[in-house]
């Protein structure tokens, strides 16, 4: 079937497509592929939809070059500002249908994508909207004349997105992207791409030229490593696990040398001090792992809180992780949905039984509650080298543990190979500065967790990647900086008089 029709909350229905979005046409794969995607919630058939292979991605290539050759890299910039916009404004007015999107088909809870990941993607539109025409160079000095630098598009880009908030993540790299002047190509995730087959039509209703975006779902190892090896593909900008991150650098190298970013795992460590609002601290923690399902990058999945307050703390911890109402992530009383797929249910219920294993002290959890749902999950007096300390869970299981001195707390965030996010709880200025300055982490934040704004730049050290969505520092991955010498010579009078 070429549409399906989507059922929401309060009676909403509405049709998507089923197909990839090349050109502004919906079409299916050249080969005919499909792929079945299923409900987190119960497990039953949601869509099947195309899956775009090699030789598809090859035509969204194709047409996302004669987009960039002949119009778009000479579009007014302002131009492409309003069209992001427009985006923004359709966004906007379909929120349920977006929402409903990735609650069927992520397990996302409805209330949560309503209120934080379509606004999220809407303030990032509308962010990038407004550098679309203040992205500028510099005038330099040289010797005998001037130098100036253009920061100028780099062609036809791709995003490779991950299934734990794709609307989101998805807008982090077309709005820059397009701010810029570039033509994208978008692979959604292969679990739940239903929310980009109505971001598909909402591109063509903002009215961007046939090709400028273009929209290929398929899996990993063929729409995704036929992207990265792409000879056409300018720019990819990838957010996935550390281990696809590696193949996708090794696909660059092996092909065009193209630019990669990369945005990867985490394991964030959440820092508690004696002196800290234990209230505020407790909310930010408890929120830092369960929200989501623990499915976020920057997770706070290891709690260090100072050993003066441990056990008060534990307790407060568990009060709060503990009352979750389990169901269908798109109704309003449902405070927790399922995690995204049968896969990563086994993958999270396997940290689970090397937490009890381990012989660290369950605290609360530490069972599947049928289906694809997990109850949230901690324990405590894990140590250092307990594999739930080290390595990235992705689901709703925390690691705590206690310290004595700042020095050594810092030590054991600092000991993960990952560096993405970090959370500090203090109520020392001093201390917060001397920490936030210590930790190896592309984003620290004090007395809270996980924020985003659209302003501040977003990404990781160390082995969770490079390059920054959002903020900025975002529009330095999409663009390169081309530097103009004018070599000024000396007018001709000049010249004659110096020869005589
Ligand atoms: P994943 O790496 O399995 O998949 C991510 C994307 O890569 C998907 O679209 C997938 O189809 C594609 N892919 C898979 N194999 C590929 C290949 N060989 N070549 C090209 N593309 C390929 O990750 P996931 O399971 O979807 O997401 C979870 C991971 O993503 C976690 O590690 C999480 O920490 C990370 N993540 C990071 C951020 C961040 O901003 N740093 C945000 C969200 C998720």
Not at 71 to 87: C, S
Request: glycine fraction near 10%; charged fraction near 20%.
């Amino acid at each position: 079937m070429a549409t399906i029709t989507i059922r929401g909350p309060s009676g909403l229905t509405f049709p998507i497509s089923t197909r990839l979005f090349i050109n502004n046409n919906f079409a299916p794969a050249l080969s005919g592929q499909t792929l079945d995607i299923l409900s987190p919630a119960s497990g039953g058939h949601l869509a099947t939809v195309a899956a775009a292979q090699s030789d598809d991605v090859d035509a969204a290539v194709k047409a996302a070059h004669n987009a960039y050759r002949t119009l778009w890299r000479d579009v007014l910039p302002a131009k492409r500002g309003e069209l992001l916009h427009k985006l923004a404004d359709l966004i906007e007015r379909d929120a349920d249908e977006l929402a409903t999107l990735e609650s069927v088909d992520a397990g996302i809870l409805f209330m949560d994508s309503k209120g934080l990941h379509v606004p999220q993607a809407i303030e990032t539109l509308r962010y990038f909207a407004g550098w679309a025409d203040k992205i500028s160079g510099q005038a330099l000095h040289i010797p005998n004349g001037i130098a100036y630098t253009k920061r100028e598009s780099l062609g036809v880009c791709a995003a490779i997105v991950p299934w734990n908030a794709p609307l989101m993540i998805t807008i982090w790299k077309l709005a820059p992207a397009i701010a810029a002047g570039n033509t994208l190509i978008i692979k959604p995730p292969e679990l739940c791409p239903l929310y980009a087959q109505k971001l598909a039509a909402l591109i063509v209703e903002a009215g961007f030229p046939p090709g400028v975006i273009n929209i290929v779902c398929g899996t990993g190892p063929q729409a995704g490593q036929a992207i990265a090896e792409q000879k056409g593909i300018k720019k990819l900008a990838f957010t996935g696990s550390s281990a696809v991150g590696r193949q996708i650098l090794k696909a660059s190298a092996n092909s065009n040398l193209k630019k990669v970013t990369l945005e990867l795992g985490g394991k964030g460590p959440s820092i508690v001090f004696s002196d800290a609002d234990i209230e505020n601290a407790l909310l930010w923690t408890s929120i830092g792992i369960t929200a989501n399902n623990g499915q976020i990058c920057a997770a706070g999945s290891r709690i260090y809180v100072h050993a003066s307050i441990y056990e008060d703390f534990l307790r407060g911890f568990t009060a709060r992780c503990s009352n979750a109402v389990h169901g269908d992530p798109l109704l309003s009383e449902t405070t927790k949905g399922p995690v995204i797929s049968e896969g990563q249910h086994a993958k999270i219920m396997s940290y689970v039984e090397k937490g009890k294993a381990s012989g660290a002290r369950l605290l609360h959890g530490g069972e599947s509650l049928g289906g694809q749902y997990i109850a949230n999950t901690a324990f405590a007096d894990v140590k250092d080298d307990d594999i739930i300390m080290k390595e990235e869970i992705f689901g709703p299981v925390a690691a705590v543990a206690k310290f004595d001195s700042e020095a050594e707390v810092i030590a054991k965030a600092n000991d993960t190979e990952y560096g993405l996010g970090a959370a500090i709880f203090t109520n020392d200025v001093n201390r917060a500065h001397r920490v936030a300055s210590a930790i190896e982490a592309g984003q620290v934040t004090v007395n809270s967790w996980g924020t985003l704004h659209a302003n501040t730049p977003f990404g990781g050290v160390k082995e969770s990647g490079f390059g920054r969505d959002m903020g900025e520092e975002a529009l330095d991955e999409w663009t390169s900086t081309k530097v103009v010498k004018f070599n000024i010579l000396p007018s001709r009078e000049e010249s004659v008089s110096a020869k005589l």
